[in-house]
């Protein structure tokens, strides 16, 4: 498969999970073109190319759609195999990298979620310290997977780094919407150490959400919930 076929990537810019095939796609030097989805208002593209769970991102390989965020990193990784790997290839190290990819994807989305859904501060401080958790975890992580290297890939951003990445800038975004510290020097240092280098990583810069537009994104959505009557007109 070549660079020649037409490359899409749906998504919409608020979504972490979007960052991840965009990021695949740059280390991999392959041209493609980002289309920006209404999520309000789902597309026939969208609905036609993901009819199963309806939900960006989608690769568009030619006439192919590959669905599921993980998933499209790896499909990036075999079909354009003349740049450089993203998942290793050592079955002991790849299998490694599934593990803490999945741990990532399956603990940090609700545990961020959770924060935000906290009622009173006793109930956020322990949402807030049951994230540090994972993060304290995935600083195990990091020293595992690198193995005194830059990144969880090692010299280079890999499946890892990619799977964990594009969460940073809604960390960001989070610590100043609901005024806490979540990524931090005294909790997890090397963590915060590799986000700079992620963050300006050639493959990242032009795809890292900015944190500023994040938190107005977010506010806006606050502000709509405040709005909302908690009771229907008579």
Known sequence: ??????????????????MRPRIAL????????FVEENL???????????????????LIHGDKPICESLVIVEYIDEAWSSGPSILPSDPYDRATAHFWATYINEKWPPAAQAIGLAK???????????A????AVMEGGFKQCSKGKAFF??????????????????????????????????????????EVRFRQD????????DTDKLVEFAWSIIDKIRNVPTHLPK
């Open 1 to 18: 498969m070549g660079e020649s076929s037409e490359v899409k990537v749906v998504g919409a810019w608020t979504s972490p999970f979007v």
């Open 26 to 33: 740059n280390i991999k030097n392959v041209n493609y073109s």
């Open 40 to 58: 309000a208002k789902k597309s026939e593209l969208l609905l036609k190319s993901n009819p199963v769970y309806k939900k960006v991102p989608v």
């Open 120 to 130: 009173g501060e006793e109930a956020k401080k322990a949402a807030v310290e049951s």
């Open 132 to 135: 540090r958790a994972i993060l």
């Open 153 to 194: 890939g090692g010299d280079r951003i890999g499946y890892v780094d990619i799977a964990f990445g594009s969460f940073l800038a809604w960390i960001r975004a989070r610590e100043i919407v609901l005024d806490c510290k979540l990524l931090e020097p005294a909790h997890t240092p090397e963590l915060v150490k590799w």
């Open 202 to 209: 050639p493959a990242v810069v032009g795809v890292m959400t």
